[in-house]
């Protein structure tokens, strides 16, 4: 759907300590910005970002060299801890682009690094030998890739990408949320034995805490 928003052109990020920016314009790219904030719940951040301007991969097509534009963007949000999301952060584009696909055919290699990273932190997490998960973290993934004048926007989850036309004055949503209410999913994971519930109990301190959304402010909800 279409919005109308305030125009975002002249959100002075750089008065935002915590955030990464650049407004020095490369090729199609006008500038880039991104931050992160603790949520209200948890009083620490497991959120992590990666981008890349100006990644450089020649190819030979038909006896010629060549160079395409490729810029990455992409935020990871964490649940469970970090570990997940630090992993995707330090690795998923590792994965897309030393692809055998990448960058002739991106929508295999982007198929393919999504598996491979499922994989490769699966093994960090799991220890076959003595059936024991060392690790319960897990990450949402978006990720933002231009590859010439083709942009795709890739989401795990239910992190969200907007794309802006008129310095901000439109927003078209361009990926859609995997939350387990959307009637999608919540036949999806009902099919594979899973069950969707409200959630307002949290582990805090390992001790399992029931919370109430008035004390979180007015149009606080918990998910599902």
Do not use: W
Not at 69 to 91: E, K, P, W
Not at 98 to 124: G, L, R, T, W
Not at 144 to 171: K, P
């Amino acid at each position: 759907s279409l919005m109308t928003v305030k125009s975002l052109a002249n959100i002075p990020y750089s008065k935002y300590p915590q955030a990464e920016f650049s407004d020095k314009p490369f090729k199609n790219i006008a500038g880039y910005a991104s931050n992160s904030y603790n949520g209200k719940v948890r009083n620490y951040n497991e959120d992590r970002t990666k981008t890349i301007v100006d990644f450089k991969k020649a190819i030979v097509v038909n006896g010629q060299i060549l160079s395409p534009n490729i810029s990455y963007f992409s935020v990871f949000d964490g649940h469970g801890g970090n570990a997940c999301s630090d992993f995707l952060r330090d690795n998923l584009h590792n994965y897309l682009f030393n692809s055998q696909y990448f960058p002739v055919y991106p929508i295999q290699a982007i198929k393919e690094a999504f598996i491979i990273a499922e994989n490769e932190f699966y093994k960090k997490a799991y220890d076959p030998q003595k059936n024991v998960l060392l690790d319960r973290s897990g990450s949402c993934a978006l990720v933002v890739l231009i590859l010439n004048d083709m942009l795709y926007a890739i989401n795990l989850g239910d992190c969200r990408a907007l794309f802006s036309s008129d310095s901000g004055t439109h927003l078209l949503q361009i990926t859609r949320d995997h939350k387990p209410n959307d009637p999608i999913e919540k036949r999806k994971l009902e099919q594979y034995g899973a069950k969707v519930y409200y959630a307002n109990k949290v582990n805090l301190n390992g001790k399992e805490v029931e919370l109430k959304e008035k004390d979180y402010g007015e149009g606080f909800t918990f998910p599902y």
